[in-house]
């Protein structure tokens, strides 16, 4: 049960309806459409696999022998059945009769039947066993008269012979053109380990212009001179100005930096070069620093163009003071990088830009002039912004005549540009799940419920108690919410669980964009959160497990006040920060002796008892609104905010 008055954000992305166009390189013929042999080590194992097929039906004989012990072999002999005896190798091949009356066999029944003759004694099926050392098989032989020779040991075939010289040959000849491909680095596997991942993407091939990026007008008017810089750079040299070398894209995620970067390339008409900061990092040490010189080598050959480092604090972490959680190979990358943006002049039409979401992790080298000369802040758009956003996402989008673009932008305050993407897909989704004729407001609402207080599930059934105790719970959470002055006005109440926990939900979708809070707004927001609770003990004369985040939230904020805004009796105007201990991974120690420590305990819990004693108080004196507003979500399950402010309005008493 959670008051989701604050909303949530999502991560950084760029347009979904854009597709990335993949990687090109300058000079090449894109029109030439002729299929040109690839090499594959399948299609030589297949050409293998045919030469040795032909070789056993063409040039190896079939002979079907009727493989016997030597003993029965002997007896054979004994009896006549074999006339004829073969030494072949280690074996004995026995012959039924002799090769002189199988031809005059098989002549006169050709001669009987009026056929063509055709002799085959590989037809005759002869016996076969294996080699005894047996003295009394030679006189045995001669004492029954028997034929026996011995054969010639089989000449392989030409082809064979071949196979068996070439094919080391051609394995060797197979290995070095692999070796040879993974070193030139047409393969970026573990033997080109040296070479840049980036993706050139080709002049003007990005697919994305300044006019697809909405809400960012200011991120944007910065960038367009670089882009002017690029398309007439006399201009500004005549002058004797010169473009700054980098420019840094810092923000939140899911704000559109790289939908920037991308936009700029578009706009620029110029090679884009594009890689994340953990591309430069290898198992092997000094690969990072390889990987950065080639690619600026492979820049300064193509300017005029952009390099685009997306997530940059990957590699431009700031280095550590102290002997131990360090990282050389990091360190290594950043200096390098250090050097090559410190060895190129900005005239010759290199640009580096770079984005993160975590600026102050990143090394003062990096950030001084001479670098990343200009940093453009990319924040989370405002009113107009958030509604000129969806504006560009619905845009081929089948609205209802009712959709109110504004109205969502007020709903969704706090979200990013990736969010309101996320929305507008998923009220299209919502539409088409519904069989709508078209996408209307209602699936726009639903489609922010759902990206800020989760999935619906209508499956997980409350028995009766626990349903009775949520419905008071999140009617004091609005109750509350009604009566503080300056809260955020109630939008819908549901009891209908969604996500992972949350049994119940009450929105709150303030009325404007709002970047200070007083000292009075804070602790309302505290109230707020402490309604449900307050609620529960009121009606049951208990409390449950169901105010967790509530409280865990309205301490938070109450221990910020206390220790970051300067709002306590004993430390006002005063901050409590936390010092940093420069070491990656390891927090630092409080600037502060545990008496004041003990201090913010106290206080803490102090004014949350105090607020909630207030809160209570409050609830218990409108406890006849508390009861009708309870029974009617009950019954409903899901209160829109005018219904709710309407009982609100006739029970309340303040």
Known sequence: MENNDNLLMADDSTKKHKQDPGIHTTGKNNNDNRKKFTYSAWSFLIALLLVFIINYLLFTPHIQYANVDYSTFKSLINDGTIVQVAFDGDQYIGYSVTK????????????????????????????????????????????????????????????????????????FIVFYAWMSKKITGQAQGVMSFNQNKSQLVAEGETGIRFSDVAGEDEAKAELEEVVDFLKRPEKYTEMGAHIPK??????????????????????????????????????????????????????????PCIIFIDEIDAIGRQRS??????????????????????????????????????????????????????????????LAGREAILRIHTKGMKLDESVDLRKIAQASAGLAGADLANIANEAALIAVREHHSSISQT??????????????????????????RVAYHETGHALTAFLTPGSSPVSKISIVPRGYGALGYTLQYPTEDRFLLSENELLGSVDVLLGGRAAEEVTFSDISTGASNDISRASDTVRQMITEYGMSERYRNMTLPKTKSGIEGVSGGKE????????IDNETSRLINE?????????????EALEHIAQELLKKEVLEGDEFEALAKQYTVK
């Open 100 to 171: 002189s009356n199988a031809v005059d066999m098989l002549s006169e029944i050709a001669r009987s039947r009026q056929i063509p003759l055709s002799l085959d004694t590989t037809a005759i099926v002869p016996y076969q066993t294996y080699m005894i050392d047996d003295p009394s098989f030679v006189p045995l032989l001669d004492e029954k008269g028997v034929e026996y020779y011995a054969t010639e040991p089989p000449k392989p075939s030409v082809l064979a012979s071949l196979i068996s010289m070439l094919f080391p040959i051609i394995i």
């Open 592 to 599: 502060y002796s545990e008496k004041t420590q003990e201090y």
């Open 321 to 382: 003071s102290a002997n131990i959680g360090g990282n050389d190979e990091r360190e290594q990358t950043l200096n390098q990088l250090l050097v090559e943006m410190d060895g190129f002049d900005s005239r010759t039409g290199v640009i580096i830009l770079a984005a993160t979401n975590r600026p102050e992790i990143l090394d003062p080298a990096l950030l001084r002039p001479g670098r990343f000369d200009r940093q453009v802040l990319v924040d989370k758009p405002d």
């Open 611 to 623: 607020r909630y004693n207030a809160v209570k108080a409050n609830l218990e004196k409108n406890k």
């Open 246 to 303: 980098g420019v840094l894209l810092v923000g939140p995620p899911g704000t559109g930096k790289t939908l920037l970067a991308k936009a700029v390339a578009g706009e620029a008409g110029v090679p884009f070069f594009r890689m994340s900061g953990a591309d430069f990092v290898e198992m092997f040490v000094g690969v990072g620093a390889a990987r950065v010189r080639d690619l600026f080598k492979q820049a300064k050959e193509k300017s």
């Open 443 to 468: 699936d726009f609402e639903n489609a922010i419920e759902k990206s800020i207080a989760g999935l619906e599930r209508k499956s997980r059934v409350l028995d009766e108690k626990e349903r009775t």
